[in-house]
């Protein structure tokens, strides 16, 4: 694809940066039945888009462009750092109390992120924000 720019390759997807947004692409399982996999991928793909649009006037995430059914999800690109990459130049103290939030905030909507690292953040430092990224393994409790 033309001006694609593959940002990292998870267990689950591999993400690009194509213009100004982000394409997760799930990836077939080949140690799964076919049936099995494809059914599988497309329930998490939906899932994850129905989890993020849900928190997306709770919490900051990212909007949601656009799904389909071969397993992948459009979405803003946040022009940020992810956190884990930036945690000693920031203030800690700050940052988790915008962290405790943000969880708190997605599990009174009964939802598990189901993947909560620093890695599935990203910090914008001019909003002074912490988005939560990757809800592919997110459920609600």
């Known amino acids: 694809m033309k001006n694609q720019k593959t940002l990292a390759q998870g267990a689950e997807a591999i993400i690009y ?14 140690y799964r039945i076919t ?8 329930s998490r793909t ?24 071969k397993q992948t999800i459009e979405m803003q690109f946040i022009k940020g750092e992810k956190l884990a990459d930036n945690l000693e130049k920031l ?10 939030e943000n969880i708190s905030k997605i599990h009174n909507q009964g939802i598990v992120h189901g993947d909560l ?13 912490v988005y939560f990224i990757d809800f592919g393994l997110a459920f609600h409790s």
């Open 117 to 129: 690292t620093t890695s599935n953040m990203i910090y914008v430092e001019k909003d002074n924000k």
């Open 91 to 100: 203030d800690y103290k700050k940052i988790s109390k915008i962290i405790a």
């Open 17 to 30: 940066k194509i213009r100004d947004k982000i394409v997760k692409d799930r990836i077939p399982k080949h």
């Open 35 to 42: 049936e099995l996999d494809n059914k599988i991928r497309r």
């Open 46 to 69: 939906k899932s994850e888009a129905k989890i993020i649009n849900k928190l997306q006037n709770i919490i900051p995430v990212p909007k949601i462009l656009k799904t389909d059914e």
